[in-house]
């Protein structure tokens, strides 16, 4: 199995900037593509950024493109600690949400939930403004 923990939320001002990490454990060896999804309640979750492990392809949604930086930690290291980052700037009052890491055993970026098998609890974002 696979572990997922992000870390790094927290309340910030808008126009901050704040760096979120997802840590792999378990059997994270098996992890090729990951992602950052967002949800606030009463809507579907929605896709952040996404990064594969090997050949570094990068995607971004639309709602933060220009705004946030996904990367990883030395992905393609045969012991690489499969680490995703996720640094935010100019937050906004409306990137306000929980903040989900994700991963997938294909090395392909996706941009539905649906096609991430690995889940992390998500943490809190709040932007005041």
Not at 86 to 103: F, H, P, R, W
């Amino acid at each position: 199995q696979v572990q997922l923990a992000e870390s790094g939320g927290g309340l910030v001002q808008a126009g901050d900037s704040l760096r979120l990490s997802c840590a792999a454990s378990g059997r994270a060896f098996s992890i090729l593509a990951m992602a950052w999804f967002r949800q606030v309640p009463g809507k579907e979750r929605e896709f952040v950024a996404a990064m594969s492990r090997f050949a570094g392809v990068t995607r971004y949604g639309e709602s933060m493109k220009g705004r946030v930086t996904i990367s990883r930690d030395n992905a393609e290291r045969a012991n690489a600690k499969n680490t995703l980052f996720l640094q935010m700037n100019i937050l906004k009052s409306e990137d306000t949400a929980v903040y989900y890491c994700a991963a997938r055993a294909s090395n392909t970026v996706e941009v539905s939930p649906s096609m991430y098998e690995f889940w992390g609890q998500g943490t809190q974002v709040s932007v005041s403004s």
